[in-house]
């Protein structure tokens, strides 16, 4: 199964707080592609980073990381001193090649919440 | 540049209605893609078009919805009844024709059905 999993449905921290999403994902395939995406109260969806199935290197963007984890299938997201602006859902996808056809599966995403 | 742009942002349509929500993908892509989001079923993609043709088609819910892609710059969607359930944010991306590389979406077009 193509399948991508965000279990954490909501999380609600304090202003300044790191915080983590967690992204795991199935495939059988060799190749593929991840991706996060953000969707402020707007609604609009806002491409935020790729990664390919080869390259495992950890990524850092001003107060966004990503630590991506073959072993485990995960591809998890990091945010350093959060801000309320960071407010928004966060969806983890996974792009593969189904039946032939091109996907792009997302997660169910996780709305998180920055307080002040 | 500009991104994929979508029309209308916002329509509010009475059940029975026909419903033309349109795409302009962003200028040299190749892959046109439309999806749905809704509370139940979070994004879901509908159809895709590579080089304007239909590849898959297979998440369109039923015949009341249909997609075209006339030329490489524009594309619709169409719902005809419209239908209560139909109510969503339909957005619409696009990417370059390498399957790694990243697709934008637009800032999608909110469908309220009564």
């Known amino acids: 199964a193509q399948k991508v999993t965000q279990a954490q449905t909501e999380i609600s921290v304090v202003e300044k707080e790191d915080v983590t999403l967690d992204c795991v994902y199935e495939?059988?395939?060799?190749?593929?592609?991840l991706f996060w995406y953000k969707q402020p109260p707007s609604g609009e969806l806002v491409f935020l980073i790729r990664r390919n199935s080869f390259d495992e290197q950890n990524e850092i963007s001003g107060r966004y990381s990503w630590n991506f984890q073959k072993s485990t299938s995960s591809f998890n997201f990091t945010i350093t001193a959060s801000q309320v602006v960071d407010s928004a859902v966060y969806f983890c996808a996974l792009r593969v090649i189904i039946q032939g056809a091109q996907k792009l599966v997302f997660g169910q995403g996780t709305r998180l919440t920055i307080n002040p | 540049d500009a991104g994929v742009i979508q029309s209308p942002r916002h329509e509010v349509t009475e059940m029975g209605q026909e419903v033309t929500l349109r795409c302009k993908p962003i200028s040299g892509h190749d892959y046109l893609f439309w999806y749905r989001q809704t509370m139940m079923r979070g994004l879901e993609l509908l159809i895709y078009?590579?080089?304007?043709?239909?590849?898959?088609d297979s998440g369109m819910p039923e015949d009341r919805f249909s997609a075209k892609m006339p030329n490489a710059s524009f594309s619709t969607l169409k719902i005809q009844p419209s239908e209560p359930r139909d109510s969503a944010v339909y957005f619409c991306a696009s990417s370059l024709r390498f399957r790694g590389n990243t697709i934008y979406f637009g800032e999608g077009s909110w469908l309220t059905v009564v």
């Open positions: 078009f590579n080089n304007n043709v239909p590849i898959d």
């Open positions: 495939t059988r395939d060799t190749t593929y592609y």
